[in-house]
């Protein structure tokens, strides 16, 4: 009995599997890095660097000049890239929750109508719109499993979706996130992703069983739980945790806790049936409403997770990318006007939800310049749908490359609409209490 239950050793990996995963975890990080340098001599954030990292070592350049040494460094065996691909996403997790630290949760309050109206145009516009072209597509852009609805609501929801991630890291390059303006994006971003994936989780129950009223009231009821959770029981459970941890007295076991609420806090939204970044963005929330007690922990792990892990992590969403459908016409044509529909709308809903809620001409402009990065979320959501069978390996390189063209345009954009916003003495003295992160 004992032996059934226990089941015997788990195999370990293999000296080939460890010696790729090692490999491919310096090349893509030292990639990264090095793109990452150059891009910021170029005026724009070091995630449009790490990401171009990741595409110039997949498909799109490396397996075409050397395809043999990239099948043995890149291979398509799941098996081995589930390897790296775990401790990116690892690391985005964290990105998140360090996000989510630096929120002013005061200037939220104060702000509340902005980012309600703000959110309600830079999601409901391109949704909208979204959905009509995916009405109107080629046929051949649809995936065996999806008919004419199930493709435009998902072609609208990779419309209306941003990137918290990859806002989140350009904000932090380019200095903004402690800025009003960067608050009000983040915060918005996070409702555009919140409507996002639950209506991906609409959508992708569609696909496999039809539409069910008792699945959406379940997944919104999960949500609203969730928020509960953490606006009432998440602080103070927080703080028991370091406090009977002692993060003051034992530095390492405050890091530990940290790390460990911000994981559990991931795979509890998982769980739901909801997007792991949602439960990391919370948790990051909170911690950052302890004061020091909670953001000494995170500052301390802080600079490996900007240094290693979401570089990591940039580089490796960019090996999905493979560039080269695009040289059909049909498909380079629909990217096109896919490229041009997720711009125009997500800027235009964007500032126009702005002006609705009170903010200056300049500031609308940078709130739909900054809401317009899709980045890895949009490159997850492609990936979803290719699983799901919604999308055809055409249909989802265009979506990849909505996902990295908006990334690399945003920052110049946000550039050129936040030169003439002020800073202000309230942002001054944010961005020093918030030093430590």
Known sequence: MVTMLAGGPVPGMSHHQMLVFLLQFAVLLISAVLLGRLAMR??????????????????????????????????????????????????VLLLVAVTGAHIDLNLF?????????VSAGSVLLPLALGIGMGFLLPATLMGPEADRTTFALFMGIAVAIS????????????????????????????????????????????????VELGLVVRTVAYLIAVLAFAAVVARPLARWTLELVGSEKHPESGIATIVVLIVASAAGTHALGMEPILGTFLCGIVIGSLGPAGRKPLSAARPFVMSVLAPLFFATAGLQVDL???????VFLAGMVILAVAIGTKLVGGYVG????????????????????????????????????????????????????????????????????????????????????
């Not at 890291?169 to 992703?193: E, F, N, P, W, Y």
Request: proline share 5%.
């Open 42 to 91: 170029l005026r724009m954030p070091a995630v449009v660097g790490e990401l171009t990292a990741g595409v110039v070592l997949g498909p799109s350049v490396f397996a075409n000049l050397l395809p043999s040494l990239s099948g043995w460094l890149m291979p398509r065996d799941p098996s081995q890239m589930h390897l790296i691909g775990a401790v990116a996403q690892l690391g």
């Open 163 to 210: 990137a918290l991630p990859v806002i989140a890291k350009t904000l932090l390059d380019m200095r903004l996130l402690h800025r009003d303006i960067g608050q009000l994006i983040v915060g918005s971003a996070a409702v555009s992703d919140i409507v996002g994936w639950l209506l991906l989780s609409i959508v992708s129950a569609m696909v496999a069983t039809g």
């Open 324 to 330: 080269g459908a695009l040289a059909r016409p049909e």
């Open 109 to 117: 309050r104060r702000k509340g109508r902005a980012i309600g109206c």
């Open 354 to 437: 702005a002006r609705m809620g009170r903010l200056s001409r300049g500031e609308s402009l940078a709130i739909g310049a900054g809401l317009n990065a899709r980045g890895v979320v949009e490159i997850v959501l492609a990936t979803v749908g290719l699983q799901l069978g919604v999308l055809t390996t055409a249909s989802y390189t265009v979506i990849i490359l909505v996902a990295v063209v908006t990334s690399m345009m945003t920052p110049p954009m946000l550039r050129y609409a936040t030169r003439s916003i002020p800073t202000t003495s309230t942002e001054v003295e944010r961005e020093r209490e918030f030093s430590a992160l």
